[in-house]
């Protein structure tokens, strides 16, 4: 699914994809993830415009990372197009830690991070999808880049149209033809003048290797996006196949796969199938090089399985799978303490807790990560307790009728060992109310009231 540049201009190209995205009759919200750039700006003025006349909800978020001076500027620029076309922002202020720079490289680490601000983001404004601006120079671009570090072919798929919520609905078309629309609206762009740095390696592609090798070979970028298409068309045959015989699953913010069945395929297929678990997992990249070859050493032993696999994440052998997940950093025991309504900073894990009543709504049947609906256990001023787990912790989860330890809970529910002390545990009258992500304790349940207590966690 892509756009087409030609019939109508960019409205009613992005009408066209929506319209295979969207069933009709659904509830759509987009999150547009906005630069306040010229790219992005041309696809929110075109979302703006097609929500006018089809049932989609629009918001946008910007992700500060404040890596230079500019920055401020360009998030007061983002506000001000999102102010003039009525469509709500959100702003996230994200510092990109200096040892994931110096472990990937700027650009990489900045991604990583900016990608997890907006998905949290998405998240919290309950939105269907992600939208980026990624376009056709840019999808030339990310395939020589991988060519130049020696990409495998799954690689050489480039940018994809669709990853899980992600969507790209304009890598059809070129950065001038982006430009040539937003002319039409009026609006001006915000400039980073990243982007014209020449120590970063995509910069110097563009400007200095692309024009190079278009004077050699013209037409050089029609021959990446060739290589492009028909890797993806390799890659979706063999994860067709691949996941008949793995059968992987997500499981907590990770993936995993039956270790008996990946020790059965052929070796040279070991790569494919970790490439297709980091992209269930939603991983940014596939796993190295070198963390395949340990993988396939480790699984030829028959040693238990264990290794790093690069950008921050780890596979780890659970219960007789492997699973896949980002290790977080450690933290000991902690107890907060609150009045309900009200909320409270849980400082080790860097969320926010707060609690408050509400009437009675659908979602609160459907189960979310970040929030729950609880029945009249509580009353205004009541103290609760949000603590991390315990030795001996149980409760008695949603539709069981006995009470289980948490551990075991846990474990069925696969949540990597490494996440578990990581959990906020709701604690009223010393029972654990609401474990975030897995489930509330039965005692919990909304019956036949209309306010419900609604528990919501977010990033402080």
């Not at 709500?88 to 900016?114: F, K, M, N, Q």
């Not at 980026?132 to 050489?156: F, K, N, P």
């Not at 189960?367 to 509580?378: E, N």
Request: charged share 25%; hydrophobic share 40%; with cysteine.
């Amino acid at each position: 699914m892509s756009v087409a540049v030609s019939r109508g201009g960019l409205v009613p190209a992005l009408d066209r994809f929506f319209s295979e995205l969207v069933p009709p009759g659904s509830d759509a919200k987009l999150l547009v993830a906005f630069s306040g750039g010229p790219d992005s700006s041309a696809l929110l003025w075109g979302l703006e415009r097609l929500r006018q006349t089809r049932p989609l909800r629009v918001e946008a978020a910007h992700v500060d990372h404040a890596l230079d001076p500019d920055s401020p500027r360009r998030a007061q620029r983002a506000r001000e197009i999102c102010l003039r076309l009525e469509v709500p922002l959100t702003v996230v202020e994200r510092r990109v830690d200096p040892e994931l720079i110096r472990t990937w490289g700027l650009e990489a680490a900045a991604r990583v991070v900016r990608y997890e601000a907006l998905e949290e983001a998405r998240g919290r404004r309950e939105a269907t999808h992600l939208v980026t601006a990624h376009h056709r120079d840019d999808q030339i671009e990310t395939v020589l880049l991988r060519l130049l570090h020696g990409s495998g072919w799954q690689g050489l798929a480039g940018i994809q149209v669709r990853n899980r919520a992600v969507v790209r609905p304009l890598l059809d078309w070129t950065r001038d033809q982006l430009r040539q629309e937003l002319s039409s609206s009026g609006l001006e762009a915000a400039r980073d003048p990243a982007n014209q740095d020449l120590a970063a390696e995509r910069n110097r592609l563009r400007y200095e290797l692309l024009p190079y090798l278009e004077g050699l070979e013209p037409g050089v970028g029609d021959v990446c996006l060739g290589v492009a298409e028909a890797a993806a068309r390799a890659r979706l045959q063999v994860d067709e196949r691949l996941e008949c015989e793995l059968a992987p699953s997500r499981s907590g913010d990770g993936a995993s796969l039956p270790l008996e069945a990946l020790a059965r395929l052929p070796a040279p297929l070991l790569p494919a199938a970790a490439g297709l678990l980091h992209r269930i997992a939603g991983a940014s990249y596939p796993p190295s090089s070198a963390a395949i070859t340990e993988l396939t050493r480790q699984l030829r032993l028959g040693h238990r399985i264990g290794s790093d696999c690069g950008h921050g994440w780890r596979w780890q052998q659970e219960r007789g799978r492997l699973q896949l997940y980002r290790p977080q950093a450690s933290v000991g025991q902690f107890t907060y303490t609150l009045r309900v309504p009200g909320q409270v900073d849980l400082a080790e894990i860097g969320l926010r807790l707060r609690i408050d009543r509400s009437s009675v709504a659908d979602w609160m049947f459907q189960g979310s990560p970040t929030r729950a609906g609880l029945g009249a256990a509580l009353r205004d001023g009541q103290t609760v307790e949000v603590r991390n787990r315990r030795p001996g912790d149980r409760l008695q989860p949603l539709g069981c009728s006995y009470s289980r330890r948490l551990k075991d809970v846990l474990i069925d529910r696969r949540i990597p060992r490494a996440e578990r002390d990581r959990i906020p545990l709701l604690c009223v009258d010393d029972r654990i109310a609401w474990v975030p992500g897995v489930t509330i304790d039965e005692s919990f349940r909304i019956g036949n009231e209309d306010r419900a207590w609604v528990a919501e966690l977010a990033p402080v």
